[in-house]
């Protein structure tokens, strides 16, 4: 079987994912953003297991719907068209198991079943009835967990007779399935050494949805083994009324101590912009979970023109709901002739289903289409605006969408109970924020309207919290040029001292996490520069970042104009770079503190060297990340200047990817600066160079010829 095939066109994150190993790795958590290619990254898990000799039966892969399930099934059958792996949602899993014979009797017998356990829909009424006989409040039991072992002594015996009832007729709701398969594995050694025998390795998708007895199902199954691949996004659980339990994420890093977490951030379905507002939903989240979706599509939306200009997302905001919708109708006609798109590109989202009936009518009665409404003759509109619910809209993407009702009531929506609660509640009404927000592709537009009917009358709505909050114009500083520049250096250089004497007490906080927070601090940083030196930063074609293993060197090999051009760098990759540097800087020790911090690595160039230290530094667990200006010296302007190929030859002793960026404006922003007003500076990155690749396609490489005139090339083209 031909693995490369299974492994084409992924990126590094999920290629790591896909090829991990349970014996060195021990289990896998993958935290999968939005947009980031999850399910063919477990369908390519399954596909690559089997490749390796793993029985196809010997893998159990669960989802939350038989959808998803069939989908999935299709997917790896395709390679694999006979492939017995055992595909299924928690529900049916369970049911299979309490359906097997084992030792000459059901599994279902073994918990008490005298009949075979049929799923049916549970009758409320005839439940509540049985409450008020046994003289119990409904508030103290519902009928999905009706077997669970969490109840009090005194609850216990109340209900056994409710119980028994269950087991004598086998009628079940469907989570009397999954506690039954739960008592099996726990009190009957012959099953539980049979159904872990049955499947070798165990993958959860959806995981951050699973509840507490689906978690207490899958530890049951696995035992003390590694094999457990689950795929998960905390940042989108949003089923809390359901019974998921989001806690199971930071639960796994507990239980499971020698496990691997691995991100995937890569987003290939939205803008940069519109990804910028999604990363800022969740700034004040533990660092070790948080992720940064960066744009992988370079694309997108099939190429259309609006996806490439790369909107901010708007805030609109209206007085009433008349004003509202003639805006809405407005955009959509106005965009349709402009870009070429179908009705079906767009869509409303709400938080409240009583939201979307509104919508549906005032765009009907405006004359546009509506997806799913009703026509005469009892045809259904396929190609038309959709509208729906954040939760209805999850696993979707649209090229424009109109988030509405941006209020407080709305979105976020009404919570209630104890302070405790109200947190849980609003916590996962942000989460749900986050999901509408990453359904956009090209376009998001924010809606707050400041008066409508709301349950039974017109209210006063204010604007949500989660709105993000107006961007002021920058000041207009008035200073000589030279006393912007002390400025700007005094600032910048106060900022570097400051966080050296803090050190100490975040290293103490952040401990374990340190690593995490120095990465953030490296982007706040890079921010804080721009910001002080007036650079509007604008990154083309970062979905080449994308294309980079970054488990080996990798080299940024950049057009040097400016020294503003470091934090440009730190920015357009988005990662702390350090620095090839003949010098450590030790009069000044601050800097040569933030060098040894950043990863420079300090090269004699009349004794080399370079490549063993390198060696050394991945050999301490680090993957050094270098960024190397070629040419050597500054230009006067933005044309290059001849290279050297000292760094070249490095890369190709280092087996690293080279990874060339252009940046134009950063010597007008700092050493050509004529005024005080903004700069507009641009990065673009270009396509990587991986001496690995190259090194197999060669048998000798020359370092001139192979690799600097065809980066040279690259940088040329990108300028022209």
């Given at each position: 079987m031909d693995v490369q095939g299974i492994l084409e066109g992924l990126n590094s994150d999920q290629r790591a994912a896909v090829l991990h190993d349970h014996r060195k790795g021990a289990q896998l958590l993958i935290l999968a953003g939005a947009g980031s290619g999850k399910t063919s990254v477990l369908t390519k898990r399954i596909q690559y297991r089997i490749a390796m000799g793993v029985e196809p039966e010997k893998i159990l892969a669960l989802t939350f719907t038989a959808k998803a399930a069939a989908e999935m099934r299709e997917r790896v059958q395709k390679l694999f068209?006979?492939?017995?792996?055992?595909?299924?949602?928690?529900?049916?899993l369970a049911l299979f198991m309490l359906r097997q014979k084992i030792g000459g009797k059901f599994a279902y017998e073994m918990v008490g079943f005298r009949k075979a356990p049929v799923p049916q829909e549970s009758s409320g009424r005839e439940f509540l009835e049985d409450l008020s006989r046994l003289r119990i409040p409904p508030s103290q039991l519902n009928r999905e967990e009706l077997f669970a072992d969490t109840h009090p002594s005194r609850l216990k015996?109340?209900?056994?007779?409710?119980?028994?009832?269950?087991?004598?007729?086998?009628?079940?709701?469907?989570?009397?399935?999954?506690?039954?398969?739960?008592?099996?594995?726990?009190?009957?050694?012959?099953?539980?050494?049979?159904?872990?025998?049955?499947w070798s390795e165990i993958m959860v998708d959806e995981y951050q949805d699973i509840n507490p007895s689906q978690y207490r199902l899958v530890r049951a199954l696995l035992g003390d083994r590694r094999e457990l691949f689950v795929v998960g996004d905390d940042d989108q659980a949003i089923y809390g009324f359901r019974g998921a339990d989001i806690g199971n994420i930071e639960r796994f890093c507990r239980d499971f101590k020698e496990s691997t977490l691995i991100r995937l951030e890569w987003n290939y379905r939205s803008t940069p912009n519109v990804l910028h507002l999604a990363n800022e939903i969740f700034v004040n989240k533990p660092l070790r979970l948080r992720k940064v979706l960066r744009a992988g599509n370079l694309k997108g939306s099939?190429?259309?023109p609006l996806f490439r200009e790369n909107r901010k997302p708007e805030v609109w905001v209206s007085e009433n709901p008349v004003e509202e919708i003639q805006k809405i109708v407005a955009a959509v006609r106005d965009l349709r002739m402009s870009y070429d798109l179908r009705w079906k590109n767009f869509a409303i989202l709400v938080r409240y289903n009583r939201q979307r009936l509104y919508y549906e009518t005032a765009l009907a009665d405006a004359g546009l289409p509506v997806a799913g409404a009703e026509l005469e003759?009892?045809?259904?509109?396929?190609?038309?605006?959709?509208?729906?619910?954040?939760?209805?809209?999850?696993?979707?993407q649209y090229a424009v969408v109109f988030y509405a009702g941006l209020a407080e009531g709305l979105t976020p929506g009404e919570c209630t109970g104890n302070s405790a609660q109200r947190k849980k509640q609003m916590d996962e009404e942000r989460r749900l924020y986050y999901?509408?927000?990453?359904?956009?592709?090209?376009?998001?537009?924010?809606?707050?309207?400041?008066?409508?009917?709301?349950?039974?009358?017109?209210?006063?709505?204010?604007?949500?919290?989660?709105?993000?909050?107006?961007?002021?114009?920058?000041?207009?500083?008035?200073?000589?040029?030279?006393?912007?520049?002390v400025y700007v250096a005094t600032t910048v250089l106060l900022y570097m001292l400051v966080h050296i004497l803090l050190l100490p007490?975040?290293?103490?906080?952040?401990?374990?996490?340190?690593?995490?927070?120095?990465?953030?601090?490296?982007?706040?940083?890079?921010?804080?520069?721009?910001?002080?030196?007036?650079i509007d930063l604008s990154v083309q074609d970062q979905a080449m970042l994308g294309r980079v293993d970054w488990t080996r060197p990798v080299f940024v090999m950049?057009?040097?104009?400016?020294?503003?051009?470091?934090?440009?760098?730190?920015?357009?990759?988005?990662?702390?770079?350090?620095?090839?540097?003949?010098?450590?800087?030790?009069?000044?020790?601050?800097?040569?503190?933030?060098?040894?911090?950043?990863?420079?690595?300090?090269?004699?160039?009349?004794?080399?060297?370079?490549?063993?230290?390198?060696?050394?530094?991945?050999?301490?667990?680090?993957?050094?990340?270098?960024?190397i200006f070629p040419e050597g010296t500054r230009g006067h302007d933005e044309s290059l200047n001849p290279f050297k190929s000292g760094g070249f030859r490095l890369s190709i002793e280092s087996d690293a990817t080279i990874l060339p960026v252009v940046i134009r404006g950063t010597r007008y922003a700092w050493e050509g600066r004529k005024n005080m007003g903004q700069v507009k500076v641009t990065a673009r990155i270009l396509e990587p160079l991986d001496i690995a690749a190259l090194r197999a396609?060669?048998?000798?490489?020359?370092?001139?010829?192979?690799?600097?005139?065809?980066?040279?090339?690259?940088?040329?083209?990108?300028?022209q």
């Open positions: 068209p006979d492939a017995g792996v055992r595909l299924c949602t928690f529900h049916s015996s109340k209900i056994e007779e409710l119980r028994c009832g269950v087991l004598e007729s086998g009628a079940v709701v469907f989570e009397d399935l999954i506690y039954q398969s739960i008592n099996l594995l726990e009190t009957c050694a012959e099953a539980r050494d049979y159904f872990r025998s049955m099939g190429g259309n003759g009892g045809l259904t509109v396929e190609d038309g605006i959709h509208v729906e619910t954040v939760h209805a809209s999850k696993g979707l999901v509408g927000v990453t359904r956009a592709e090209s376009y998001l537009i924010l809606l707050y309207c400041k008066k409508r009917f709301w349950k039974g009358r017109l209210r006063k709505l204010k604007r949500s919290r989660f709105l993000p909050d107006k961007e002021e114009p920058p000041k207009n500083l008035k200073m000589p040029v030279f006393l912007f520049r007490l975040i290293m103490l906080r952040y401990r374990g996490e340190f690593h995490n927070w120095f990465e953030k601090k490296i982007q706040k940083f890079s921010m804080f520069c721009m910001k002080r030196l007036r950049a057009n040097h104009n400016s020294y503003s051009d470091i934090p440009v760098i730190f920015l357009a990759v988005e990662r702390t770079v350090g620095f090839i540097a003949k010098k450590e800087l030790r009069y000044i020790p601050f800097l040569s503190f933030w060098m040894h911090r950043i990863g420079c690595i300090f090269v004699n160039r009349e004794k080399g060297g370079g490549a063993r230290l390198i060696r050394e530094a991945m050999a301490s667990g680090r993957v050094p990340v270098l960024s396609q060669k048998e000798r490489i020359e370092p001139r010829h192979d690799v600097m005139r065809v980066i040279r090339e690259r940088m040329e083209a990108a300028l």
